[in-house]
């Protein structure tokens, strides 16, 4: 299983007890100061992803790190994950959490990539449309991939819609191949 689906399933779980428990705040608090410590401290993560490291060596540092700093929830949740050796998926958890935040606020994110930058205008009115087609309020954040040549591709949750040239040109490729 991929650590996506993986990391997809503590968060989900994380997510339902803190609601649950209406600590959705607090706990989503902790994850994005679990998050930024994570980003700020590359020797943390390799500590959290060495395997070589033993669990108990694992143990003291996240604790250590992160002592008096997160709700008990989160704490608990952090001691699950070490006891199922699941720590190396941590930042991903993170991620995905806040994904599941933002979507209880009805806000979901995507990445859309171009092969030329897209105006202020234009990324604003693919939001509206996508916003007012679903129903939900969509941020998107473009990047340029001169590669694609034309066309874009939106990655939203665990989707790709890849409408871009590069694509069509790959597809087209391999059914020529294909019946050759």
């Known amino acids: 299983m991929s650590e996506w689906k993986v990391a997809r399933r503590y968060a989900n779980?994380?997510?339902?007890?803190?609601?649950?428990?209406?600590?959705?705040?607090?706990?989503?608090?902790?994850m994005r100061f679990i998050r930024?410590?994570?980003?700020?401290?590359?020797?943390?993560?390799?500590?959290?992803v060495h395997p070589v490291l033993a669990p108990s060596i694992q143990h003291?540092?996240?604790?250590?790190?992160?002592k008096g700093r997160l709700p008990a929830t989160l704490g608990r949740f952090l001691a699950f994950l070490e006891e199922k050796k699941r720590l190396m998926?941590?930042?991903?958890?993170?991620?995905?959490?806040?994904e599941l935040v933002k979507e209880q606020q009805g806000v979901i994110e995507?990445?859309?990539?171009?092969?030329?930058?897209?105006?202020?205008?234009?990324?604003?009115?693919?939001?509206?449309?996508?916003?007012?087609?679903?129903?939900?309020?969509?941020?998107?954040?473009?990047?340029?991939k001169?590669?694609?040549?034309?066309?874009?591709?939106l990655m939203v949750r665990d989707r790709i819609y890849d409408c871009s040239i590069e694509n069509q040109l790959k597809r087209l490729r391999e059914k020529l191949v294909g019946t050759g």
């Open 13 to 30: 779980a994380l997510f339902r007890i803190a609601l649950e428990k209406g600590e959705l705040e607090p706990v989503a608090e902790g």
């Open 36 to 48: 930024s410590t994570l980003e700020g401290s590359p020797e943390l993560v390799h500590a959290l």
């Open 110 to 144: 995507g990445r859309l990539l171009t092969a030329r930058p897209l105006s202020d205008e234009r990324k604003a009115a693919l939001e509206r449309g996508l916003s007012s087609r679903f129903g939900s309020t969509y941020r998107l954040r473009a990047e340029t």
């Open 89 to 98: 998926i941590l930042r991903a958890v993170t991620g995905v959490f806040d």
């Open 60 to 66: 003291r540092v996240v604790a250590e790190v992160f």
């Open 146 to 153: 001169p590669e694609l040549m034309g066309g874009f591709s």
